[in-house]
C-alpha cells in the first residue's frame, strides 16, 4: 500500500496532498489513537527490530554476488591493463588517489548498479506522502541514470520532517509566513554575532518554562550539534548511556568526551536498567 499512483500526472493539488489526520486543534485524532492502541502497537521490541532471516540472507548473498563479480571484473581488467585495452583510468604517477581501494571497489561495483535505492529525488513538498521521481540507466554498461518523466507517490519514511513542518498544508503557515515576512528566511549570521532575533529569545524563553529551568539554548540542527555539544556537558569520570541506533553524530559526540559509554539496546527499557545497574 506504499505506492498510491503512478504516470505523467501533476502533482496533487495543495488541498490534496494526503498527511496525518488530525483536527483543528492540532490534536491526534481518535482513529489514530485507536491504531497505536491496537495490537500493532504492543508488538514485541526484540521482534519489531529483528531482521527476518530470508531478508537477511537474501541481502548479504546479493552483496556477496556483486562483491565477487566485480573482484574478477577487476583481476580481468588488470591483466588486460598490461595490454592497454583497459577501459578504467587509473591513477597517474606522482598523484594521489581520491578514494581508497574499498571505497573505489565499492563506487564502481556496487553502488552504481544499486544506485537508484539512494538518493531518490521527489517532485513535491517532503510530507508524510511524497511523489518521488522515477529513473532508469541511460545505457547497460553506464552508471548514468535519466529520469522517466513519471512518478509516484509513496510513504514518507526517511525525511528530516519529525514535526511535521514541511507539510503543505501546515496548519500554522500564516504565522510562519508572517515571522518570515519581518525577520527573512534566514539570520545570515551566527548567535554570537548578529544572529539573534526576537523570536529566539522568544522561544528559548518558552522552552526554558516548559522544562522548569532558569534559562535554555536553542540551536540549530546538525551534525556538530551533538558531536561538539556533548564533550562540553560530560568529560572524563562521566557516564553516557547511549542507543544502539542512535545518530553518527551523537556517537562522535560521545566517543570524544572521553566519558564512559553504555550501550542499550534500542528502545528497550530493560536493557538501559540492567545498563545502569
Not at 48 to 52: I, N
Not at 185 to 208: F, I, M, P, Q, W
Given at each position: 500500500g506504499l505506492k498510491q499512483r503512478k504516470g505523467k500526472v501533476p502533482p496533487l493539488p495543495l488541498s490534496k496532498i494526503p498527511t496525518y489526520p488530525s483536527t483543528k486543534s492540532g490534536k491526534t485524532s481518535k482513529k489514530v489513537e485507536e491504531f497505536w492502541r491496537s495490537e500493532f502497537a504492543t508488538v514485541n521490541q526484540e521482534e519489531?527490530?529483528?531482521?527476518?532471516w530470508i531478508a537477511a540472507l537474501t541481502t548479504y548473498f546479493s552483496y556477496a554476488i556483486l562483491i565477487s563479480v566485480g573482484t574478477l571484473r577487476d583481476m580481468f581488467d588488470s591483466m588486460l591493463s598490461f595490454f592497454g585495452w583497459s577501459r578504467f583510468v587509473h591513477t597517474p604517477p606522482g598523484y594521489g588517489k581520491l578514494l581508497n581501494d574499498f571505497q573505489d571497489f565499492y563506487t564502481r561495483r556496487l553502488y552504481s548498479r544499486i544506485q537508484d535505492c539512494f538518493n531518490r529525488p521527489i517532485c513535491s513538498a517532503p510530507g508524510a506522502w511524497i511523489d518521488v521521481m522515477e529513473r532508469e540507466f541511460a545505457e547497460e554498461q553506464t552508471s548514468e541514470m535519466l529520469l522517466t518523466g513519471d512518478h509516484v507517490t509513496a510513504l514518507n519514511l526517511s525525511s528530516y520532517n519529525y514535526l511535521g513542518f514541511a507539510e503543505s498544508d501546515l496548519e500554522m503557515r500564516d504565522e510562519v509566513c508572517d515571522v518570515m515576512s519581518?525577520?527573512?528566511?534566514?539570520?545570515?549570521?551566527?548567535?554570537?554575532?548578529?544572529?539573534?532575533?526576537?523570536?529566539?529569545?522568544?522561544?528559548?524563553?518558552?522552552?526554558?518554562?516548559?522544562?522548569?529551568?532558569?534559562?535554555?539554548l536553542v540551536f540549530g540542527m546538525g551534525f556538530a550539534t551533538n558531536s561538539t555539544v556533548l564533550p562540553a556537558l560530560v568529560g572524563a569520570g562521566g557516564l553516557i548511556l547511549s542507543d544502539e541506533l542512535n545518530h553518527s553524530s551523537i556517537v562522535v559526540g560521545a566517543r570524544g568526551s572521553s566519558a564512559r559509554i553504555q550501550v542499550f539496546k534500542h528502545n528497550c527499557p530493560v536493557s538501559l536498567e540492567q545498563r545502569l545497574r
Open positions: 519489531e527490530h529483528t531482521v527476518p519581518r525577520l527573512g528566511v534566514a539570520s545570515a549570521s551566527s548567535r554570537t554575532e548578529l544572529g539573534t532575533t526576537d523570536a529566539h529569545k522568544e522561544l528559548e524563553e518558552r522552552v526554558a518554562a516548559f522544562v522548569g529551568k532558569p534559562a535554555a
